[in-house]
């Protein structure tokens, strides 16, 4: 029902009627010193390609990359027990899992869960009309970079480990039971590149109000000393044909739209009925920054469109 060719954040497969397989594959290099800390990020990065499907996830495979003469053992044992316990959070099991020897370390999951096949959400069910939601603030590339300088203080390591490692999970349930018509988990290709691919899976026009973006803390400051990532640009030129910043969005705020996150929030498409309720209730069950962050719009051609509120 979803694979490749859709450019769904997971694969659907009809097992029957009322039964379908959500699948789904990540693995990321470490984001923190902590090993502990990096296993549950990435564990909630990969679960977060179910949750933006409205599915619910069941089963893990644990994949892990491993430079065994460089890192002792137990830094896998504590990266395999964050992983795990994010899983058991999320109410599915580990089976097993595979790993392989390789210079640098790389951690991830394969996830299995289900949905109905007759109602899971899709990056191409967006309407004009829709309001859209974003669940979680931006600018962990940034924050990640300025950690790794050295100049992310305690607290704002606590802050960001905690929000990326935060699961997706009340988020996905709620948007599927409001009748959410897409949804997608913002992630490697930044804010920018992730809206654009859902208003052109959808053949719609997205504007996204800048000053109602949920940010982290600090971020335009590690900006303007220089920090940055090497996708960063990447993601500017993939999108490049398809975007309109406005002209009183300054350079530094535009980076932050190209910016890859890791383990980031849904970006959810809600008829304008339910998208305030949605939000509240988001609010009322701990997930703080969900915010409106835009509107779909009509247009010849699917394009982004980046603006103040």
């Excluded at 499907?53 to 137990?74: Q, R, S």
């Excluded at 096949?117 to 940034?142: H, Q």
């Excluded at 970079?145 to 100049?151: D, I, K, Q, T, V």
Aim: hydrophobic share 45%; with cysteine; proline share 4%.
């Amino acid at each position: 029902m979803a694979g490749a060719e859709t450019g769904d954040d997971a694969g659907v497969f009809a097992l029957h009627e009322g039964l379908a397989l959500v699948q789904t594959v990540d693995l990321i290099t470490p984001v923190v010193d902590d090993p502990y800390q990096f296993g549950q990020v990435a564990a909630s990065n990969a679960l977060s390609d179910i949750y933006a499907m409205g599915a619910v996830p069941l089963t893990a495979l644990n994949v892990a990359a491993f430079p065994p003469d460089d890192v002792p053992l137990g830094t896998l044992r504590a990266i395999l027990h964050g992983a795990h316990d994010k899983v058991r959070e999320a109410g599915a099991v580990i089976l097993g899992g595979h790993t392989l020897n390789d210079p640098a370390l790389k951690f991830g999951l394969s996830v299995t869960g289900t949905c109905d096949p007759r109602a899971y959400l899709s990056n191409s069910g967006a309407r004009p009309g829709d309001l859209l939601v974003l669940t979680k603030p931006i600018g962990t590339g940034v924050l990640i970079g300025a950690y790794r300088s050295g100049w992310l203080d305690e607290d704002g390591t606590h802050m960001l480990v905690r929000n990326m490692a935060a699961l997706n999970d009340i988020a996905g349930r709620m948007a599927l039971s409001r009748e959410a018509r897409a949804a997608t988990d913002i992630t490697g290709f930044g804010l920018a590149g992730h809206a654009s691919e859902l208003a052109g899976r959808s053949a719609v026009a997205i504007c996204l109000w800048f000053d109602k973006i949920p940010v982290y803390h600090e971020v335009f400051t590690f900006i303007e000393r220089g920090v940055n990532t090497i996708i960063t640009s990447e993601n500017r030129r993939h999108v490049a044909g398809s975007i309109r910043v406005a002209g009183d969005i300054s350079a530094t705020e535009e980076q932050l739209l190209y910016d890859p996150q890791t383990s980031g929030g849904l970006l959810v498409s809600i008829g304008s009925d339910e998208a305030v309720g949605y939000v509240e209730a988001l609010r009322n069950a701990g997930v703080e920054a969900a915010a409106i962050v835009g509107e779909v719009v009509e247009a010849g051609e699917p394009y982004l469109d980046v603006t103040r509120s």
